[in-house]
């Protein structure tokens, strides 16, 4: 059966149930490779049309009146199903609604195959960003004419299924086999497709591609890792920076040189050739990625000694990958080398994938799909980066059994070692003049004995400003009921089967008793489980109780101190109790893998790493609990430590922290303090011109760093417009929902001159959600989109790509968006900050850091709270300008920047700006003429 029959319906709504109609039919036969039919109609659904349908289809009721029915138009559809596979993007929606219509029509429903492009172009394109049908056409470069018309979505999908189709058939025979298997388990009817490709793939003599076969998995071919290493150079930093600036000025019409960059590279050489510790503020435009990858590639190659650079954000990383390393590349006269690096968990283990793929009969549809997608990623990936594919949330817990895990993976006696992605960085990191990585590997490098990056002296900290959080987050513990549970799942010891059942089988099969052990794990296991839930339950009771205000994202925190309340006490025990028991089952899973140990010589190799598997997460079992030990009964001077709980979620989702209060001593005797020179970089280091505030945060100031500060050459006296409404009251002095009536009234007026375009940041989760609903409401008859963070699902990278792909857009978000999203140009033309951005005063770790300060006789406002808000809004002001052309104005909907005295601070932190006062209406007008 050769014979592909497209189908795309526009409809009245989403439910044939809730008597929806079809509206229009779009459809499209394939055959032999070719479209050879066509046929579309609009179809009569004999009532009127919803308006959003209407809007999103830009069908009317006019066009659908002189239409057929359904019935009239059924044996067209069904002369061309006929002997066919039905196939559609998102195949159950339109199968259903045609199954219901036909019925209706007196017509029997269609019982053939199917086929879905949605889940066929998972498999195939592992890597795309999204599976929406506009998206695919995008990224395939397939001209799609108008979407959400039933005639151009069928065609499109068409197009879709042909370049699919094409793709599976140029897959290697061993990976189209593997599919075969899977294929039982999907939804589409894929089995006699791939049948068919691989007994006519058989007969003839498979091309050499790109790929090599393994142990029966075949792979992309990797470059191969020189180990030669690369003779030192003895290149003059003057020289070199004299050619960069010319090849540049070739390179680019136009080019001028800007002095800031110029500058900034000379002091970074400096600092690096004279091991010193190097501060510098970099204001948007100055190009502060090349003012630091040039110097720093002309050190390395120098010294012979890598360079590495860190950032906060994947962007980042992925700009200067991406763009900036491939310009340096073209520009210098020298060859280099760069490579990333990741945390060990990004990557793919091949040992533990091929295990996996080995077992699918106890495997749900998102693990099957999740393994289909990598054998095509494996095809494709150089890396074996995670970040690279888009999984299911499904596909995301699989991933857990197959990334690369220290206690686990693949050691230097697994046949897969030579071709295995972790340990292949590490090789190309050591070659490496530029190595790329991010804050939170930097930390992990230093308080792990593992050591991911190879020996370094001089560093760049790029992002630098989040420096101090990242690394109170690491040097910091967490736990939680379901990272405690995974790893008991993980283990097979909640079921009894899994690894820890594969291990009684090993020790079966060598004759060795393990029914005792057994009796005995599987009463300690019921017994922790049980008493797991209820410490979790009694936490979060406790603080529903005691806590009544949600955090920034949603949550309920309290803070632990030594408090002898009853209700804390009975927590306290049942955390000794657990403990306790927990002591006893380490020893007996002891046991079992000192029988192990004794018996290595007889194990396959598979046993033996199923053994490791066995061990690995056994430890990392331990380090759960031992958390909850350290948490909850143990005391120590320099950490905070709290509980979160999320009051919707279920009675067990409570979370326990602990952060260092303070972290720059850490940072001064761990890090700086063994580092020759490190370049601490970011458009916002400074507080009142002066970089006091960072040095004491990061413990810097007993190394007397060099400090630069460049500003950014753009004119923000012409492109900026900073705009502070008069008539919008404190947040004190209304209740909550008059405070959310007003601002997203005024939040409305604007939008309607900004035609959307629009990022408003909020201080609270809380707040946003409240001004989202209001915002839904007043928006009805607006052509505007309403996005909203943590209420519109997808991370941020999701949410700003969906904000710049609709026109009108207004997009909230909380603190974690006035950083890392870069929307330039005409996407972006107004930033409203609802409240200057003060840390919560509930917040533990700035609670914790304050009370010091005061015992200390600080004033933790002006040393702490203040420098902290005035960074974070010079952060999210960043937002706003990016280019040359950019132009914007922000909103300050908080009156304290003009009534207070400290309020001027965050003005005087800001470029030149032009600073407006006057009512929501007046500012409106005002900027109505400007933009």
Known sequence: MNRYTIIDFETTGNSPKNGDRIIQIGLAVVEDGMIIDRYATFVNPEKSLPLFIQQLTGISDDDLEDAPLFEEVAPELLRRLDGA???????????????????????????????????????????????????LAEYLEIQHVNPHQADSDAEVTAELLLFLFDKLYGLPLVTLEQLEGLSTRLYSDLEMVLNEMIQDKKKRIEPEGNFEVFRDIALKLQEQVSEVETPHQSIQFDTAQKQFEEQMAETIPNFEVRAGQSDMMKQVAHAFETNQHILIEAGTGIGKSLGYLMP????????????????????????LLQRDLPFLRDILPFPFNATIIKGRSHYLDLTRFEQQLLNVEEDNYDTILTKAQILIWLLETDYGDVEELNLSSGGKIFWHQVKSDATVSANHRSPWFSRDFYHRRKRFAMNADLIITNHALLFSDLINEHQLLPAYQQAVIDEAHHLEDIATEFFGIKT???????????????????????????????????????????????????????LFRMLHRYVQKNIHRSNEVGRLSYRITNEGSRAWEAIQEAAHRLVFYLKDLDKSLKKLEKELDLKEDELTREQINTTADFKGIHASV????????????????????????????????????????????????????????????????????????????????????????????????????LMIPTDLPMIKDVSDLQFVEHITDAILQIARVTRGRMLVLFTSYDMLKKAHHR???????????????????????????????????????????????????????????????????????????????KSVGGNPFMELSLPEAIIRFKQGFGRLVRSQRDRGAVFVFDRRIISTRYGRLFIKSLPDVPLIKGTTEELVNELDLWL
């Open 775 to 853: 915002m839904k409401e007043l928006i009805v008859h607006d052509e505007l989109t309403l996005i909203s963070q943590g209420v519109d699902s997808g991370s941020r990278v999701r949410l700003t790509k969906n904000f710049k792909e609709s026109e009108d857009a207004i997009l909230f978000g909380t603190s974690s968006f006035w950083e890392g999203v870069d929307i330039p140009g005409e996407d972006l033309s107004c930033l409203i900050i609802v409240r200057l951005p003060f840390s919560p005063p509930d917040n533990p770790v700035f609670q914790a850091r304050s009370e010091q300060l």
């Open 85 to 135: 596979y039905f196939v559609a993007h998102n195949v159950r929606f339109d199968l259903n609604f045609m199954n219901a219509q036909l019925d209706a029509s007196g017509y029997d429903p269609f019982i053939g195959p199917t086929i879905d492009t949605v889940e066929l172009a998972r498999i195939l394109l592992p890597t795309a960003e999204a599976y929406k049908l506009s998206s």
């Open 296 to 319: 720093g590639v002309v050190h390395a190659k120098n010294s012979g000694k890598p360079v590495v650079v860190s950032t906060h954000t994947i962007q980042l990383q992925e700009q």
């Open 480 to 534: 939680d009921y379901f990272s405690i549970l995974q790893g008991f799942v993980r283990m097979g010891l909640k079921d009894g089967d899994g690894i820890y059942g594969k291990v009684l089988s090993i020790l079966k099969s060598l004759e060795v008793e393990v029914e005792d052990s057994k009796h005995e794990i599987d009463a300690y296991v019921k017994t922790i489980l049980g008493d797991v839930d209820e």
């Open 622 to 721: 331990l380090e759960e609990l031992s958390k909850v030990d350290y948490l909850l009964l143990s005391e120590s001077e320099n950490d905070v430590k709290w509980v979160e709980i999320d009051p919707k979620g279920s009675l067990n989702s409570a979370f326990l922290f602990s952060r260092p209060v303070e972290v720059g001593s850490l940072l001064s005797s761990d890090y700086f303090g063994k580092k020759k020179s490190i370049l601490l970089t970011s458009a916002t280091l400074t507080v009142k011109n002066s970089f006091d505030y960072m040095m004491k945060r990061l413990g810097l100031e007993e190394f007397g760093p060099l400090i630069y500060q460049y500003h950014s050459p753009f004119d923000y006296s012409e492109q900026a417009r």
